[in-house]
C-alpha cells in the first residue's frame, strides 16, 4: 500500500521567512496530494492540493510542487508570519483503479514562527 | 454553508464500554470518511462510507464499524474499549470521487480509563 515520508518534523523560521516542508510517496499510481493545515484543538484544515497533472500550484503565499518521476511533493510557504504557526500534514490518495478517497497522510511537521 | 460537525466533542469512557460517535457531512457531500489521530501514530484511516455503503477499510480490529444514512450522516461505534483507543477521531466529507477534496470537522477526543 501507499506510504507518505514527511520531512522535517518540526520547523522554526524567523518571521518573514520561508518554509517548505518535503513529502515522498511509494504508489507511483497516487493522483491527488492535498496538504492541511492543524491548530491546536481544531480538526485538519486543506490549504493547497494538487493533482497529478499539475506540477506546481500557487495561492497568494502558498505554493506546492510535485515531481511524479522521482515521487516527492513540497509545500512552500513564502513571507511566514507567526499565524502559519501550526502542524502542516501532507497526504497521498491510495492510487490505482479504486474510486475512493483514502489518504494516506505523512507523520505531520510542527511549524513555528517566531516574531 | 455548514461545515462538517462531529457530536460529541469530548468524551471520557472506562475499558470495556462501548462508544458512537457522530458526523454530520457538509450539505450535499456523499462520502463521509473517518481518521483516527494519536500522538504515536499520526492519522490513520478507519474507512469510508458512500451512498449508505463502505467503500474502504483501514487496518483496524473488528471494534471499530460504522454505517452511513440516507441523509449521509455516519456513525462509528468501538465496542469493547481499550486503554489505546484513546485518541481524537476525526470525520471528513467529500462529494464522493477519488481526488476530492475532502473537508474535516474539528473531532472527537475519547479518553479511556
Known amino acids: 500500500g501507499e506510504n507518505v515520508e514527511q520531512h522535517p518534523s518540526t520547523l522554526s523560521v524567523q518571521e518573514g521567512d520561508s518554509a517548505v516542508i518535503k513529502c515522498t510517496y511509494s504508489?507511483?499510481?497516487?493522483?491527488?496530494f492535498p496538504w492541511y493545515k492543524q491548530e491546536l484543538g481544531k480538526g485538519p484544515q486543506l490549504i493547497i492540493d494538487?493533482?497529478?497533472?499539475?506540477g506546481e500550484k500557487k495561492d497568494q503565499r502558498i505554493a506546492v510542487t510535485l515531481n511524479k518521476t522521482a515521487k516527492h511533493f513540497s509545500l512552500h510557504i513564502t513571507e511566514t508570519q507567526p499565524e502559519d504557526s501550526a502542524v502542516y500534514f501532507c497526504?497521498?490518495?491510495?492510487?490505482?483503479?479504486?474510486?475512493?478517497?483514502?489518504?494516506?497522510f505523512g507523520q505531520g511537521t510542527t511549524l513555528q514562527v517566531k516574531p | 454553508k455548514a461545515g462538517v460537525t462531529q457530536t460529541p466533542r469530548y468524551l471520557i469512557k472506562t475499558r470495556g464500554q462501548q462508544v458512537t460517535l457522530s458526523c454530520s457531512p457538509i450539505?450535499?457531500?456523499?462520502?463521509v470518511s473517518w481518521y483516527q489521530q494519536t500522538p504515536g501514530q499520526g492519522l490513520q484511516f478507519l474507512f469510508e462510507?458512500?451512498?449508505?455503503?463502505?467503500?474502504n477499510k483501514g487496518n483496524f480490529p473488528g471494534r471499530f464499524s460504522g454505517r452511513q444514512f440516507s441523509n449521509s450522516r455516519s456513525e462509528m461505534n468501538v465496542s469493547t474499549l481499550e486503554l489505546g483507543d484513546s485518541a481524537l477521531y476525526l470525520c471528513?466529507?467529500?462529494?464522493?470521487?477519488?481526488?476530492?477534496?475532502?473537508?474535516f470537522g474539528p473531532g472527537t477526543r475519547l479518553l479511556v480509563l
Open positions: 471528513a466529507s467529500s462529494l464522493g470521487g477519488a481526488r476530492e477534496t475532502q473537508y
Open positions: 504508489d507511483s499510481a497516487s493522483n491527488y
Open positions: 494538487i493533482r497529478s497533472n499539475v
Open positions: 497526504a497521498a490518495t491510495e492510487g490505482g483503479s479504486s474510486n475512493t478517497g483514502k489518504l494516506i
Open positions: 450539505s450535499g457531500h456523499r462520502s
Open positions: 462510507y458512500f451512498s449508505e455503503t463502505q467503500r
